[in-house]
């Protein structure tokens, strides 16, 4: 049986335009369980204090992208984006061009 699991994480930043309000994923249990939660977060939350593109910030997106890439499975995402900037679309287009067996992006 191939059990899917959701993850929904919730951001709050005063730094509206570079921040990343809502992130969701659908995928098979063994494949979110694999993910380095704490380094995805690190990252997510060095995203959301900073008040403008900082030195490492396309790095640090493309190090979420790389943990996306990494699940097969992702099947379904959810994006809350307080601003979508030419950088956010550009990210997301990235995804879809990343994970093929994504067919639902919200």
């Known amino acids: ?41 690190r990252t997510l939350h060095r995203i959301n204090s900073s008040t403008e593109t900082y030195e490492g910030f396309p790095e640090d997106l493309s190090a979420l992208l790389c943990v996306l890439e990494s699940l097969e499975g992702l099947r379904e995402m959810e ?10 679309a550009s990210w997301t ?8 067996a994504l067919h639902r992006l919200k």
């Open 1 to 41: 049986m191939d059990e899917r699991f959701w993850v929904r994480i919730s951001t709050y930043s005063s730094h509206m335009e570079l921040s990343l309000a809502r992130f969701c994923l659908t995928c098979p249990h063994a494949e979110i369980s694999s993910i380095d939660w704490k380094g995805f977060l």
């Open 93 to 100: 287009l990235s995804i879809i061009q990343a994970c093929p």
């Open 79 to 88: 994006l809350g984006l307080f601003s979508l900037t030419e950088t956010w």
